[in-house]
């Protein structure tokens, strides 16, 4: 009966998107670390996530939404202009670290939100 | 062990290398005179090799997909041979009053400090959104 407070959609897919974005951070830690090291292929969360979480979504079931789970995966959309190899460029990985950051800030946001309102009907005060 | 930063792994082990590189870059700068080393022969300049290491990830076993760490594979003597310059009064100058002087461009290793720095810049920026990341994670609830 309890499980029921915290298996509402939109609380469940703001809890995996978190789950994404600490993913990418990783992700993005790694491609900055390496940016330099020759042949070394960026990794980014695998797009087959964000394709998997719309679907269960759209079907609205609890158990589907849990049943994601981020991947980390090789980047093959990025290509490189560089002699070595490197598929990392540190303009566009600082964005995509700056805009992870935001991402997650947002998603904070929508889990606590969802917790506080479970704690205002609760307790019947704001 | 849980890893409260996200990515520290990889960014500590980069700040690591970054470092090292910066060693070698200001090593060169201060041998770009050095006619007589420890083997008597004239400076032979250096550079570092990155290499990415792959992270211990219990649960992830596709090769390639998980987070990767970087180290220095080598430090690598540059093989470009000696520039002779014309100084017979120098006392490590030969029969004809050449010196062997390494070949090192200032130009060349500023270039290579300024990357190393940058790259370290941008190492140090994922440690501080990772940590206000953390944060932002452990106010999760609060009012």
New interface residues.
Partial sequence: MIDALFSQPNYLAAKKMLDCTVLRHEAIASNLANVETPNYKRLDVAPSFETQLQQAITTGDPQQIASTQPELAVDTQATSGRADGNTVLLETEMMKLNQNMVEHTLETQLVSGALQKLRTAITGQI | MINIL???D??S??LN?ERI?MDVVSENIANVNTTRGLDGKPYQREQVV???VL?AQQN?D?L???????QIARIEKDQRPPIMVYNPSHPDANAQGMVAMPDISIPEEMVDMI?AS??FE??L??VK??R??AM??L?????
């Avoid at chain 2, 106010?139 to 009012?143: A, C, E, T, V």
């Fill in positions: 996200p990515g520290i990889s960014t082990a980069a290398a590189r990155f290499e990415s992270q992830s596709a390639g997909s998980a987070p990767q760490t970087v990357a940058r790259a941008a190492n920026a994922v959104d990772a206000a990341m932002e994670t106010s999760i609830g609060k009012h």
